[in-house]
């Protein structure tokens, strides 16, 4: 069954304190992984695609790579800015198109 | 340059009853797709149109319907509501392939009572 896990639920960070967040699927015709972050109240803000195993992206302080089962996101140095809800999400290819599987996300807190 | 529109933000509907919710894409963006968001599954996919068409569906039931119009916008429909429909449903659009960078709406939060 194809399906994507986010690890860990939640996690507080001391401002300045670096850390990964974990996103693994088991889906078959994987199309592409997506981070988002969500701030409560509002829509998903798109952050990565990656297509292929050993692809890095970064933005500021994030940095996202993915291998054949997992991506992670790093947080290099938090800012409480920083302090959103995580998703990952990934397109793949089934019978009939393609299909959009999520997590239920990461939720972080960075703590000045 | 707008962002993606989606009406009402609000919505309080009587079990039995339908809905439809509309999406405003960003101009140019061709490709909107639906998403149920609720705190125990949280996001799940319903489906995408793109030019008018509907390209890709999640596996929900035929309760829920949609369609784009030629200018993009789309809309969304539920009938015969239940009380598990209540969630936030949120729109996305890219412009072209499916979610290649997706830009989200701010959702339109619907309670059925």
């Known amino acids: 069954e194809d399906q994507v896990t986010q690890s860990p639920e939640a996690l507080r960070l001391q401002e300045g304190e670096s850390s990964s967040l974990n996103c693994s699927y088991t889906v078959s015709g994987l199309r592409g992984l997506f981070w988002y972050r969500q701030d409560p109240g509002k829509g998903p803000e798109f952050l990565f695609t990656?297509?292929?195993a050993g692809e890095e992206k970064e933005k500021e302080r994030l940095k996202a790579t993915l291998t054949k089962k997992e991506s992670f996101l790093h947080i290099t140095a938090p800012k409480p800015e920083d302090s959103a809800t995580y998703l990952c999400a990934v397109q793949a290819r089934v019978h009939t198109g393609n299909q959009f599987y999520f997590g239920t996300g990461t939720s972080l807190t960075v703590i000045p | 340059k707008a962002g993606v529109t989606q009406t009402p933000r609000y919505l309080i509907k009587t079990r039995g009853q339908q809905v439809t919710l509309s999406c405003s894409p960003i101009s140019g963006h061709r490709s909107v797709s639906w998403y149920q968001q609720t705190p125990g599954q949280g996001l799940q996919f319903l489906f995408e149109?793109?030019?008018?068409?509907?390209?890709n569906k999640g596996n929900f039931p035929g309760r829920f319907s949609g369609r784009q119009f030629s200018n993009s916008r789309s809309e969304m429909n539920v009938s015969t509501l239940e009380l598990g429909d209540s969630a936030l449903y949120l729109c996305a659009s890219s412009w072209g392939a499916l979610n290649t960078e997706a830009f989200f709406g701010q959702g339109t939060r619907l309670t059925v009572v």
């Open positions: 149109y793109f030019s008018e068409t509907q390209r």
């Open positions: 990656l297509y292929s």
